[in-house]
């Protein structure tokens, strides 16, 4: 799950490349915030995740309880953090973030490709 995190926060920061080379800095900062908005909440995700997978078996843990509890905080912070984006960052180009927030998005699917 770690390498899909990965493989989204290096896309975000390829469209925050081609942000600052085409749009300026206001661009590439743009396109940062919304790829970072979803990217963060999803590597915290799947680090609690990971830790719960390689708890002793004396704990008693309910993982799947645990998956959907992290799931449903995981999209609260993260429209929070868009919420908080939107009041907070004067000069935001809409375009470039929402770009970067797709990007992330969608970057778990080709996670599947670069399977090996």
Request: net charge positive; aromatic share 12%; hydrophobic share 55%.
């Amino acid at each position: 799950m770690l390498k899909a995190i990965m493989l989204q926060l290096s896309m975000v920061l390829l469209v925050t490349g081609v942000g600052l080379l085409t749009g300026g800095s206001s661009a590439g900062m743009s396109a940062l915030l919304g790829g970072l908005s979803y990217s963060l909440p999803s590597l915290l995700f799947a680090i609690r995740l990971g830790r719960l997978a390689h708890r002793s078996a004396g704990t008693a843990v309910s993982y799947p309880v645990e998956f959907f509890v992290g799931e449903a905080i995981k999209v609260a912070s993260t429209i929070g953090l868009l919420l908080l984006c939107h009041f907070f960052v004067p000069g935001l180009s809409w375009g470039w973030f929402l770009g970067g927030l797709i990007v992330a998005l969608q970057a778990g699917f080709f996670a599947f490709l670069l399977k090996h």
